[in-house]
T-cell receptor
Framework: EAEVAQSPRYKITEKSQAVAFWCDPISGHATLYWYRQILGQGPELLVQFQDESVVDDSQLPKDRFSAERLKGVDSTLKIQPAELGDSAMYLC??????????????FGPGTRLTVL | QQQVKQSPQSLIVQKGGISIINCAYE??????FPWYQQFPGKGPALLIA?????SEKKEGRFTISFNKSAKQFSLHIMDSQPGDSATYFC????????????FGKGTTLSVSS
């Protein structure tokens, strides 16, 4: 069964350091999402790609966060510098473009970030 | 307008009982309502979803009930099992490709044996 892959699964870093997360969506899924899930809350969208283009990054703190999907396949989310409030689970999801279940999103296992 | 409100925050049910989780939405443009199940340390997994052209959808022990006029939908888990113990999230979006999901805050379900 095809799955969304993410790495690393866990990351501990110190405040002001740089961190990067990687996501490989399900093959053929043109739409890729990065969500942030704070402990005890539901996921919230950070950035969304359609192929290699950013569709929505209105909730991405652009002073410290950046995201790219250069070849329209895998994606990297970067935080520089990390702050204590960035501690959360970072989830990647992907979905097909078109078809019957047009907004069915499949999530990866997430990267748990702890900022000390 | 974009919020999805979920209740209760936590739920304890006896094995074999019925678990009921409720959600309410505000944006009348929403027309896709999935439920996700999340185990500790894992990503959310799609459980079941409904579109407003039907009032109920059943898959195995899981049923979504949908009330368009009240802008509410709920998840019923029949014959709840200890393996159902997880956090459940409702979500909503416009049913078109590439639309971000708006999630509720989640319900932690514990099924006691």
């Amino acid at each position: 069964e095809a799955e969304v892959a993410q790495s690393p699964r866990y990351k501990i870093t110190e405040k002001s350091q740089a961190v990067a997360f990687w996501c490989d969506p399900i093959s053929g899924h043109a739409t890729l999402y990065w969500y942030r899930q704070i402990l005890g809350q539901g996921p919230e969208l950070l950035v969304q790609f359609q192929d290699e283009s950013v569709v929505d990054d209105s909730q991405l703190p652009k002073d410290r966060f950046s995201a790219e999907r250069l070849k329209g396949v895998d994606s990297t989310l970067k935080i520089q510098p990390a702050e204590l409030g960035d501690s959360a689970m970072y989830l990647c999801a992907s979905s097909l473009w078109g078809g019957q279940s047009v907004n069915e999103q499949f999530f990866g296992p997430g990267t748990r970030l702890t900022v000390l | 307008q974009q919020q999805v409100k979920q209740s209760p925050q936590s739920l304890i049910v006896q094995k074999g009982g019925i678990s009921i989780i409720n959600c309410a939405y505000e944006n009348t443009a929403f027309d896709y309502f999935p439920w996700y199940q999340q185990f500790p340390g894992k990503g959310p997994a799609l459980l079941i979803a409904i579109r407003p052209d039907v009032s109920e959808k059943k898959e195995g022990r899981f049923t979504i009930s949908f009330n368009k006029s009240a802008k509410q939908f709920s998840l019923h888990i029949m014959d709840s099992q200890p393996g159902d113990s997880a956090t459940y999230f409702c979500a909503a979006s416009i049913d078109q490709a590439g639309t971000a999901l708006i999630f509720g805050k989640g319900t932690t379900l514990s099924v006691s044996s």
